[in-house]
């Protein structure tokens, strides 16, 4: 799909698929990753995709990441249970190997992130590390709340890529 499309899609229903996914997710911080990672996906479609509706079609990938989101969060309810309803769970250690494991992917994601340009690199620390806004984010590096969107879609898109590349 041509990126200029994308980003007029960003700037007409970006307002719209963040409600949408509101409703559907129930807080502000799931329906802000949920539209990031719908427009992720606009922007992964190859370019030879003829698209008859770029909003229906919009909105059919929001549907697909609602489902999956709220698959995931009804997956993972129980991670985060309120402390006192946890006192009966065991506190099972992971084993090394998992340990392990989970170091060697954070080595490799701290690669990725390395490889972005500085900037890009800026963003992406302040928006997933710091879990500071788009706009927090424009207003303290001085740029536009549209280039911070770019970084951060750079730089998730070249994470995924990273991870995909490890774990195919």
Do not use: W
Request: charged fraction near 25%.
């Amino acid at each position: 799909m041509r990126d200029a499309l994308v980003h007029a899609l960003r700037a007409q229903e970006e307002s719209r698929l963040k409600r949408f996914f509101q409703r559907r997710l129930g807080n502000r911080e799931d329906a802000a990753d949920a539209t990031q990672e719908t427009f992720l996906r606009m922007l992964s479609v190859p370019r030879t995709t003829l698209i008859e509706n770029p909003q229906a079609y919009l909105f059919q990938v929001a549907r697909s990441v609602a489902s999956m989101t709220a698959a995931r969060a009804k997956r993972e309810a129980h991670l985060f249970l309120p402390e006192e309803m946890g006192a009966g769970f065991a506190d099972d250690a992971p084993g090394q190997d998992r340990i392990v494991h989970a170091r060697q992917g954070l080595l490799l994601m701290a690669r990725a992130i390395a490889e972005l340009p500085n900037r890009c690199q800026q963003v992406f620390i302040l928006s997933r590390l710091h879990g500071l806004s788009n706009g927090e984010i424009a207003l303290e590096l001085g740029i536009s709340r549209n280039m911070v969107e770019k970084h951060i879609i750079r730089a998730l898109l070249h994470c995924r890529k990273l991870r995909d590349e490890i774990f195919l």
